[in-house]
């Protein structure tokens, strides 16, 4: 067990108005990661974390931020939400296969169901 | 084209029966390669990951091809709790740029 929590697990918003969700990790894990998941799409980065205070740009990054102030809390912003940020948002921790593996996997939180009306 | 294909299904089986699923990449440069299992409003937890010499993890086989760049995933005596969604997850670059496939859906019947 990755010790991944995410909050909130539901959240309905109207547009316009900004929704921040949390992860918090319990491993002390370097790297950490937001992806969002639509029917047709599969799962998408939208920021990653390699370290406090160091995020970078995924694939659709476009109307999120990120910050990381800690080790074990990555925030997702959505300053102001729009309905095509309607989905479902994963955060996924790296760590290793297993202790004879070199793969770095991801482990993911339950993820947060947002519903932007 | 996409990077990373699958066959959506649903691939309806009945229980005992073998499927597999194939996923075709398109970077012949990617360097792992994964299988996850996600039920229905779930997340994705790794099944296994893909070895070039092919890997066997229980009823669960994972082959590679780089010449014709696909994975595969076999299941034998298909169980109902088998019963979800598989995605196709390849690593290109650097440890960051991970891709996965839409999903491919499995229900296994009585």
Known sequence: DAGITQSPRHKVTETGTPVTLRCHQTENHRYMYWYRQDPGHGLRLIHYSYGVKDTDKGEVSDGYSVSRSKTEDFLLTLESATSSQTSVYFCAIRERAGLDSGANVLTFGAGSRLTVL | ?110
């Open chain 2, 1 to 110: 084209r996409k990077e990373v294909e699958q066959d959506p299904g649903p691939f309806n089986v009945p229980e005992g029966a073998t499927v597999a699923f194939n996923c075709t990449y398109s970077n012949s440069a990617s360097q792992s390669f994964f299988w996850y299992r996600q039920d229905c409003r779930k997340e994705p937890k790794l099944l296994m990951s893909v070895y070039s010499s092919g890997n066997e993890d229980g009823r669960f086989t994972a082959q590679l091809n780089r010449a014709s760049q696909y994975i595969s995933l076999l299941i034998r005596d298909s169980k109902l709790s088998d019963s979800a969604t598989y995605l196709c997850v390849v690593l290109t670059g650097g440890g960051n740029k991970l891709t996965f496939g839409t999903g491919t859906q499995l229900k296994v019947e009585l």
